[in-house]
């Protein structure tokens, strides 16, 4: 534990107490405007997978409720194997500070096969991240500084501006570079700011209630990023009733579909 | 319990054991080559909150897991509300049939309220499907003719008949017609057989490991709906190393976005 350390790893420290907890703590550099930003949270609940003896395979799925938030310090994580298959595995977890449940997850994690391959979404057309300016995010968003972020459209709205388009493509990585793994990736797949933002035209009360993520690249193609930036494009189906949701999809330099990842968004408008 | 009761009713008969325990059944009606159709146990399960003495507001977000195959006969489904706040509910739920877990699920319910709304999301540009002849579906599959479902793009491929494309688009509702509620809305939004097929030109193994759905439609607009067809739309975004992903939308015939629902897919080729 060193001042050294990367910040998403300090956020990834995790103590396994037994076979069914484990024990983190936020960390102030992924605050966000109340609580941590649910990426950092998503990918800690993944990391605690991940480095579970019991674990098989890579993540496949990863689902994250966000129930409450949660506060500056402790968490406990507990977490079970519901099932083990031969190829794959599903986990149930539940973040926990004190008796009360912050967050709820599924995880399921799994064995890869050569098989056929396409990618059938669309690869952004976009300038290469050395030709855009690093963005600056919201004051106060403290998260938001630990990433190097170049809009290619969707940047943050200045008040008052509305957009019939709720799309925001951007490049991405650490900003202080760090080669890319699973949590990483988890982190990043809820990188985009609230989609109500864009069509309402600034600053709208908003929130995270469930995350879903769906891993397409393994370990190779991972390793393979490294700490270049990736491509993430995120777009809004239906706003209605105080809720939206987003679908999004990571994409490495080379055009390797990495995640899609959807989320449902509560809004107060 | 008679004959004459609706068979997706007939799938929704669950006891309430205690606070925490729902048995069920599973229903020919709705056998899939291999256990009953996705879509129903998700159905159930959704049903399960909703029937439960403690549950607040409508269905927000459901995200089920296929851990293994249900068997023929009776399962339980443990379930509880990990958290409930003023205006939303995060409940865990597992199906088991005597110690073994079949199906993981968490769903948040919740309170809505008036808002700016606005649907992003294209509506397909479709012929009505008094239009289209029913289409028959694979020998073998029983629950398939629970529904009439009339395809306006990408039915079922004949053997070798590869497409470019894995959309589908169809029109379906209830073979013998039944109002929409949530649980049916939960069941159709996994009427799709698996996007593989298309683009590999025939059957291929197959089968949903993780299926999450989105409720845009409150009440009135389910009630609206009635027993009318809902228009429903498929595309996967990537299909790679024995896995893919599809994303799907469900609509009322007057442009209602109905559901956002999204599945991760394991296939063999």
Redesign the interface.
Known sequence: MTDTMHPFDRAMRLDHLDAGLVRGATEPAWANMVGPFGGITAAALLRAVESHPDRIGDP??L?V?Y??PIADGEFDIALGA??T?RS?Q?W?L?LRQGD???T???A?F?R??????????MLPEVIAPEDIPRSSFFEGVVWANRYDMRFTEGAIPEDGVLSE??TTTLWVRDELERPLDFAALAAVSDIFYPRVFL??GGYIPAGT??L?T?F???QEQIDAVGSDFVLASA?????????F?Q?A?LWSRDGV?LT?T?Q?V????
Request: proline share 0%; hydrophobic share 30%; glycine share 6%.
């Open positions: 496949l799925a689902t409720n129930a409450a519901a099932r298959n794959n599903h149930i539940e009360d449940v912050k709820t997850a599924t399921v799994g890869h096969r050569d098989t056929w391959a396409d990618t059938e979404a388009s709720s069509r309402r209630i469930s879903t769906y397409h690249a393994g777009h809004a189906n239906g706003f209605a009733r105080g809720y949701d679908s999809h579909l899609s959807h449902l509560y809004f107060k408008d």
